[in-house]
């Protein structure tokens, strides 16, 4: 009779257990594993996943490239290939280790050397800007020194020139 009561007793305690808790709180902890297993289970028999998680491990430890792939896949395809990926990852660090990083004043040279031409205006430009500057005085009157330079910039891009309000600063005011 004594086993019949540790056996009620063990089934009462079962039955009062609520296992859908339980397995909310294994399912977090065990979805990295079983995609990392499944990941690596088909990239070993299926010759175009083995492909794809080749070049998953060579690309993803690369600091510019983001395949935006789960974790737990990158982890499987640099466990499956790992010898293929640190040869392609040492030969990408020799790369980097040999670039010729410029000094600050050949940098500072190539920043300050003026980047276009300067292109003289066309008759068409400054009789458009004409029309606009004295359109502007005609119609804003005494708030023209303010708001001229907008005013003309705007007119000037109806017309389909492109100015800077500094460039009509220096020249009007």
């Known amino acids: 009779m004594a086993k019949k009561k540790t056996k009620d007793q063990f089934s009462e305690l079962m039955d009062n257990i609520d296992f859908t808790r339980w397995l909310q709180a294994l399912i977090p902890v065990m979805q990295p594993i079983i995609v990392f297993g499944a990941w690596l289970g088909f990239s070993m ?12 491990a060579i690309c993803e430890p690369i600091p510019t490239i983001d395949l935006n792939v789960p974790r737990p896949v990158v982890l499987a395809s640099l466990y499956h290939s790992t010898d293929e990926a640190l ?7 020799e790369y980097f280790e040999n670039i010729e990083i410029p000094s600050a004043d050949e940098i500072i040279e190539e920043i300050t050397e003026p980047l276009d031409p300067i292109i003289e205006p066309t008759t068409d430009f400054l009789n458009a800007l004409s029309d606009c500057r004295d359109n502007a005085k005609k119609n804003l009157g005494f708030t023209y020194p303010v708001a001229g330079p907008f005013w003309i910039v705007s007119c000037m891009q109806q017309k ?14």
């Not at 040869?87 to 660090?93: A, W, Y």
């Not at 389909?160 to 005011?173: N, R």
Request: aromatic fraction near 16%.
């Open 45 to 56: 028999f299926d010759k175009k996943a083995s492909a794809v998680s080749k070049l998953i």
């Open 87 to 93: 040869k392609i990852l040492k030969d990408v660090i």
């Open 160 to 173: 389909g020139f492109k100015i800077t309000i500094d460039y009509v600063k220096d020249k009007f005011f």
